[in-house]
């Protein structure tokens, strides 16, 4: 079956146990579980909300919105000047001088065209004003303090560039407020000169945006219009740009509209450096704002309490955009991984069933089928609504075998049940209450055949899952077999759910891991083990929660290979609520995580024992531990893209993940000869019980991370797993 030798069977060093906490150290850690993930959601969602708001996108200037009535603008404003003041009660405008030119530069400061803008400027000595947003500032502190210092003029263009005039006041307020916590951040500095995005010249003015006007002069800004808008933002090229921004009429001033963000501006900055000289020689002089108005300057220093918001607010964005970026690159990472697994699975999937076709059915010569009696297993606490269908299916089985039941110190009615059903070959063992991993001990060393199968007492078979099971032990190397187990409770939603998962994640990974030789785990509702196999390894271990993990990983560390027989189906009791399957799912985490830690050594050991170290162990912490700490990214950032981003673009992604993830599970179900009909559960679970079970395994890495031992926690049964109409033949 494997390749590679089988060498002499040792046991690996035991780990040490975990004490058991006490009352208050048990609190102190559950507090931990809570804390810890609570703190980092709140942290994740709020640079994310920062992100958000300092980086949502738009249009840019470009068209200015159509004009409605404007009944209530003043003439002299409508005809008048670039510049209008309505602060302290007044209504005037300022006309730009003649031969003046006030270059200024909306949408920035942007990292790649506002230091080549300023290049050009501080070239030629020309002052300019930059109206820049706050998202900008934020985001962008640095080029803010490089514009100040080399004397250029800063304005307000609102914090994320919204139309005024569609926004409430509130709004409004708060877009102001935020940019000017941006410029105290980035350079110290407010403002009070401020361009209404979407504006033009003051004879565009309507009645809406004269009232938005009439109120921003109320709050102190002094507002700059233009004479003339060059459209550098339609990129008409160089030359042109420089024809509409040159003076209708000689010696006529402009106050030009120009773009130093909002896309590729490498036309502007070669404009200018036409542009500049050019006036130059026609003797005009260029200048700011501040010096049309002629108040002074238009920006004033910030300092005190107001200077170190600023500097929070911007250090805040800072943070959250490196976070971003690394919460970013993770995704593209855990993006990958759930890709490149599902690709993996399939192609081994296929590749898996294709040997298993070709291998057929037991026959003789070297693949002689393997008929010799079996012992069966089963431990069992308080399983009285379970035992008798477990037992009668065994009992209705085609290959002989003797059933051991170990009693745990059961205190209801399971081991007179048992020995009540008048089965052949059937033995009950009572003992005291011991834990599972010591019942399956007590069973095997009671069992008189060369291989024995362990079962969960909440486990059916059909008739022919002991003979399957068992034929890969014709080659002498193999120790153990994993079972297919299969959820016989699925008729709810929740056992759907637990249905797919096993369908499409754990018995499509067995297929895996069978073909390379690193299965990590026998399934304890159904695996077949040598008993040699078992004495070589020490037995049973109660070192971890999870027994079957753990005792897989120690055969191979022995030097025994363990199989997969997808044939050899099992019927176990899933979960039927939300918290018995978290108590289920924690202990499952938690016990491979310590098992995995136990088995670390297996990294550098040489031999089968090497090999499943170096390849099964990996395997295990990047697709078992690893990419589902990070999936939670996924929706996270999913949820961002709808709010802050491109939903349709979002959505589009997201959907390519879930078909991805369909096409997966509608070949793991035909590969197990299962319908496809409740696969339409699979966004919900998608959506709901994924979450969960990124909960489940962060708690668990706590736990683990704490160092605490939990304890056994049963699930609470039904009785309700039937065995499902089977074939009355072995071929399948």
Not at 23 to 49: E, K
Not at 110 to 138: C, H, S
Not at 410 to 431: E, K, M, P, Y
Not at 579 to 603: C, D, F, M, N, V
Request: charge should be positive; proline fraction near 7%; hydrophobic fraction near 40%.
């Amino acid at each position: 079956m494997h390749q590679g030798r089988h060498r002499s069977p040792h046991r690996p060093a035991p780990s040490r146990a975990v004490r058991v906490p006490g009352p208050g150290r048990s609190r102190r850690g559950r507090r931990f579980r809570v804390v810890v993930p609570l703190v980092l959601l709140a942290f994740l969602v709020s640079v994310l909300l920062v992100q958000g708001l300092t980086t949502r996108g738009f249009a840019g200037d470009q068209q200015p919105r159509a004009a409605g009535p404007a009944a209530s603008v003043p003439r002299h404003i409508a005809g008048g000047g670039p510049v209008v003041d309505t602060t302290r009660g007044q209504v005037r405008s300022y006309r730009t001088p003649a031969r003046t030119v006030v270059l200024t530069f909306d949408d920035g400061p942007d990292a790649t065209w506002t230091p080549r803008v300023r290049a050009v400027l501080d070239r030629y000595r020309v002052p300019g004003t930059f109206f820049v947003t706050g998202q900008q500032a934020a985001r962008h502190p640095g080029l803010v303090r490089d514009l100040v210092r080399s004397g250029h003029e800063i304005g307000v263009h609102t914090f994320s560039h919204p139309d005024l005039t569609a926004v409430s006041a509130g709004e409004t307020d708060r877009e102001l407020a935020l940019t000017q916590l941006a410029l105290a951040g980035a350079a110290g500095i407010n403002s009070s000169v401020l361009r209404m995005p979407y504006s033009s010249t003051p004879g565009a003015l309507d009645d809406r945006s004269w009232s938005v006007a009439r109120r921003l002069g109320e709050r102190g800004y002094l507002l700059a219009f233009i004479d003339r808008d060059t459209r550098d933002w339609e990129r008409p090229g160089a030359g042109r740009i420089v024809d509409a921004a040159l003076p209708q009429a000689p010696g006529q001033g402009a106050v030009l509209l120009l773009h130093d963000a909002g896309g590729d501006r490498s036309q502007t900055v070669k404009a200018l450096d036409t542009l500049i000289p050019q006036l130059k020689a026609q003797g005009y002089r260029f200048t700011t704002v501040d010096d049309i108005v002629g108040a002074g300057a238009l920006t004033h220093p910030v300092e005190g309490a107001r200077l170190w918001q600023g500097k929070i607010f911007v250090a805040a964005v800072g943070v959250s955009a490196t976070a971003v970026s690394v919460v970013t690159t993770l995704l593209l990472v855990v993006g990958s991984l759930i890709l490149g697994r599902c690709l993996l699975l399939l192609v081994l999937a296929h590749h898996h069933a294709h040997r298993h076709r070709r291998r057929g059915p037991p026959g003789p010569g070297d693949n002689r089928p393997v008929t010799e009696p079996v012992s069966v297993v089963i431990p069992a606490f308080n399983e009285e609504l379970c035992i008798a269908t477990t037992l009668r299916s065994l009992s209705a089985g085609r290959h002989p075998v003797e059933i051991i039941v170990v009693d745990d110190g059961s205190t209801d009615a399971t081991a007179g049940i048992a020995a009540s059903l008048g089965i052949a070959g059937l033995t009950v063992i009572r003992q005291p209450n011991g834990g599972k991993p010591s019942a399956l001990n007590t069973g095997i060393r009671a069992a008189s055949c060369d291989l024995v199968v362990l079962m969960d007492a909440d486990t059916v078979f059909d008739p022919w899952t002991v003979h399957h099971l068992i034929q890969p032990f014709a080659d002498p190397r193999v120790g153990a077999v994993a079972g297919n187990a299969k959820v016989g409770n699925r008729g709810r939603l929740l056992g759907r759910w637990q249905h797919i998962e096993y369908v499409m994640g754990f018995n499509l990974d067995r297929r895996m891991y069978d073909l390379l030789y690193c299965l990590p785990t026998i399934p304890g509702a159904v695996g077949a083990f040598r008993a040699a196999a078992l004495r070589s390894c020490g037995m049973m271990s109660a070192d971890t929660l999870a027994e079957d993990t753990d005792v897989t990983m120690a055969l191979h560390r022995a030097g025994w290979e363990v199989g997969y027989a997808p044939d050899a189906r099992a019927w176990t009791e899933a979960p039927g609520s939300l918290r018995e399957l978290w108590r289920q799912r924690y202990r499952w985490s938690y016990g491979t995580i310590q098992a995995a830690w136990k088995h670390r050594r297996a990294l550098i050991e040489p031999g089968h024992a090497g090999h499943f170290g170096r390849v099964g162990l990996p395997l295990l912490a990047v697709f078992q531990i690893i990419t589902p700490l990070l999936a939670p990214l996924i929706d996270i950032l999913t949820l961002y893209g709808l709010v802050f981003r491109h939903p349709l673009g979002t959505m589009a992604a997201w959907t390519a993940v879930l078909v991805v993830q369909l096409l997966c599970a509608g070949y793991a179900f035909r590969l197990d000869g299962e319908r496809l009909r409740p696969l339409w559960a699979l966004p919900l679970q998608q959506v709901v019980y994924r979450q969960l079970m990124y909960l489940v395994l962060i708690q668990a890495c706590l736990t683990a991370v704490k160092g605490y031992r939990l304890p056994w926690q049963r699930l609470r049964r039904t009785g309700e797993v039937m065995l499902p109409p089977q074939p009355s033949s072995p071929e399948r």
